[in-house]
């Protein structure tokens, strides 16, 4: 078995693997590289055995569209350096191969310098070979890490801010909507990002930093000159299976981010010992799609990406009217549609429940997506 792409979902499947005694190697051309991003999820995603040391804050979490919402569950920002650590340790008797993988042929990985033996190749390189299609929808922020005290303005301690739509970054409300994410880090620290949950292409980066400081500056918030950062660019959409082998795909590689919120960490990382269980019989590719593809959780890929799609082609000035309905939905139908990867019942109960507290003129919006084409790509800020 080998597994290509270090990441999260890639080392946790190698680790998966190994554990119930599959021979198993990873590749990666850069195994050792710094994972800069900042990892989190809904409390209730993450697997029930995942050591208390990986998580470095847990939060009540907020959000606000047009009017303030409570979130009904807990958020829990995940310690990078140690999710690493407890993954690494997983990966005893693996081995690794530092190089990248380009295909595989029966019985062959094909790296760039030659090839090795592997019975099933998957593929776990990331967002790479997840975008299919150009261009594809992009989820972009900017954020600066400040201390608990300056983010009071924002958000209290203890305390997770989702997303804040109100246009305190000055842009006029014509301009395509961000929202700002606020998150404890542990520590003390807390991570303030601006953050366009889908645009196709990307919103650029120095725009949001422009909106980002702008907003900071309404607030009263001046980030130290030496305050950390972080810049995310990932895409929203993906197709399922577009995997770089014939073999499965997993992890962003495998369409596992959610469209509306951009999250996969806590499906990968819960879904990992399931996969490896499948990968040991007869029909490796067969039983990988049943575990990580089901049919109900294709049609509920089908569903979040018509979601998308109508945000995609909604008015600027309407996004935060849109997200005051949906957070304004009860607590199980707001849970199933961002957690629920195969509860199409739950998932179609959620966009059931959505429509009927639409207006008309939000209906005709969420209706568009399927039946016209897709919409085109963003040319102005």
Excluded: N
Excluded at 72 to 84: K, N
Excluded at 89 to 105: D, Q
Excluded at 267 to 276: D, G, N
Excluded at 308 to 333: I, S
Aim: hydrophobic content about 45%; overall charge positive.
């Amino acid at each position: 078995m080998l597994v290509a792409g270090g990441g999260p979902a890639g080392r946790a499947l190698a680790a998966a693997c190994a554990r119930i005694g599959l021979r198993t190697a990873l590749a990666d051309p850069a195994p050792d590289r710094p994972w800069r991003a900042t990892y989190a999820a809904w409390s209730g995603e993450l697997p029930p055995d995942l050591p208390a040391g990986v998580v470095a804050a847990r939060a009540t979490g907020r959000a606000v569209a047009l009017t303030e919402h409570r979130l009904g569950w807990d958020y829990t920002v995940l310690d990078t350096a140690a999710l690493r650590a407890h993954l690494d340790a997983g990966l005893a008797g693996v081995t690794l191969h530092r190089a990248k993988v380009v295909g595989s042929e029966p019985g062959f990985a094909r790296l760039a310098e030659g090839r090795i033996p592997a019975r099933l190749v998957v593929d776990a390189t990331g967002h790479r070979s997840a975008r299919g299609r150009r261009p594809a929808a992009e989820q972009t922020a900017y954020g600066v890490v400040v201390d608990e005290t300056s983010a009071a303005a924002l958000v209290a301690p203890g305390e997770a801010l989702f997303m804040d739509w109100r246009q305190d970054h000055g842009r006029a409300g014509g301009a395509w909507p961000t929202f700002l994410y606020a998150v404890p880090l542990g520590g003390g620290r807390v991570l303030v990002e601006e953050t366009s949950l889908a645009r196709r292409p990307g919103l650029p980066l120095p725009e949001l930093r422009e909106r980002l400081h702008a907003r900071l500056a309404h607030h009263g918030v001046r980030p130290p000159a030496d305050a950390g950062e972080e810049r995310v660019r990932f895409p929203v959409e993906s197709p399922i299976g577009a995997a770089l082998a014939p073999g499965p795909a997993f992890g962003a590689a495998g369409a596992l981010v959610h469209p509306a919120t951009g999250f996969s960490v806590a499906t990968a990382l819960r879904l990992a010992p399931q996969l490896a269980e499948a990968l040991v019989g007869p029909s490796p590719r067969r039983a990988a799609r049943s575990v990580v593809w089901p049919a109900q959780a294709r049609m509920v890929h089908v569903l979040r990406h018509r979601g998308l799609e109508a945000l995609l082609r909604m008015p600027p000035q309407q996004v935060p009217a849109f997200f005051e309905v949906f957070l304004g939905l009860p607590t199980h139908h707001r849970w199933a549609y961002l957690t629920g990867r195969a509860d199409l019942p739950g998932t179609a109960a959620a966009m059931r429940a959505l429509w009927a507290r639409a207006d008309w003129p939000l209906r005709a919006r969420l209706v568009g997506p399927a039946l016209l084409p897709r919409a085109r790509p963003a040319t102005t800020g």
